[in-house]
């Protein structure tokens, strides 16, 4: 029966061997097994970031392994853990890496700790559990050489680290959230949905005052990203409301980044006009 599959995420970058070494942990445990790469470029130790790439990947990823590092705390005592839902496995570390993602599958069965010695690669160190841990444990999961079971004791799933996300505030013809995500051409995701602009008052297609941070700008709510240089707000194609520049980086052009407070509300001719 052949591996199911691993989709791997990681803050190693490329420009350093890491990731290579899981992949070859991985093929010499379970030769064969087939390993997609979801992105090794999250900010590193950025466990926000990386949980929100993977909530963002994983409905579109096959069931399998799901192997998440993002691990700031390695090498402490933070646990590892390995978790199995109705779509597979995930496997990382216990810092609220895994959580959005196993929420939006629907919720884990079961969660171990990975403290199964046969199962960890000998090392001198303990710096690299990418590498010596979460690889093998993700191999004999993927192969079948394992059962979750074996590679620890369960945990109480209370007692997992969830993620805690800011959440978007409503008032009298505003909304407000944050910039989750800038991806590489500068548009920048926030957690704002089309439902909390409609209940604001703020339709698509219309004017929107755009506040980032203190600066307002006067903004068209559009269906894509059109033509001309103008700041735009449109739903993108994960369904949350994205601030871009046609042909330019929104986040250059109007002073975005990551976490920073956002806000919109109807420009006053169309309230005047609703």
């Known amino acids: ?9 990681s803050d190693f970058g490329l420009r350093d061997e890491f990731v290579g070494a899981v992949h070859g942990v991985i093929e010499r445990i379970a030769p064969g097994t087939r390993v997609i790469d979801i992105t090794h470029g999250i900010t590193r130790g950025d466990v926000r970031a990386g949980a929100l790439a993977l909530l963002r990947a994983v409905q579109y990823l096959p069931d399998g392994v799901v192997l998440a590092v993002v691990d700031p705390g390695v090498g402490t005592a933070r646990r590892a853990i390995a978790a199995s839902t109705r779509h597979g ?7 609220g890496l895994l959580a959005p993602a196993v929420a939006m599958v629907g919720g884990a069965d079961r969660f171990v700790a990975l403290e199964a010695a046969a199962f960890r690669l000998p090392a001198a160190g303990s710096t690299f559990d990418g590498r010596d841990l979460f690889a093998p444990a993700a191999a004999v999961l993927a192969s079948g050489e394992a059962s979750l079971g074996d590679l620890g004791p369960e945990i109480d799933p209370g007692g997992v680290m969830p993620l805690l996300l800011p959440l978007v505030e409503h008032g009298d013809g505003w909304v407000s959230g944050e910039v989750w995500w800038i991806d590489g051409y500068g548009n920048a995701q926030t957690n704002v949905s089309p439902a909390d602009l409609e209940l604001a008052g ?3 297609g219309t004017a929107v005052m755009l506040r980032v941070g203190r600066v307002e700008h006067e903004v068209a709510w559009t269906a894509g990203y059109g033509e ?8 993108d194609s994960h369904g949350l409301m994205a601030i871009a520049i046609p042909r330019g980086r929104a986040d250059e052009g109007l002073g975005l980044t990551e976490g920073l407070s956002v806000g919109f509300r109807a420009c006053a001719d169309e309230a005047g006009s609703a």
């Open 1 to 9: 029966m052949p591996s199911l599959p691993i989709s791997f995420l």
């Open 228 to 235: 001309g240089h103008a700041p735009i707000v449109h739903c």
């Open 202 to 204: 703020i339709r698509p």
């Open 89 to 95: 496995f995930f496997v990382g570390p216990d810092n």
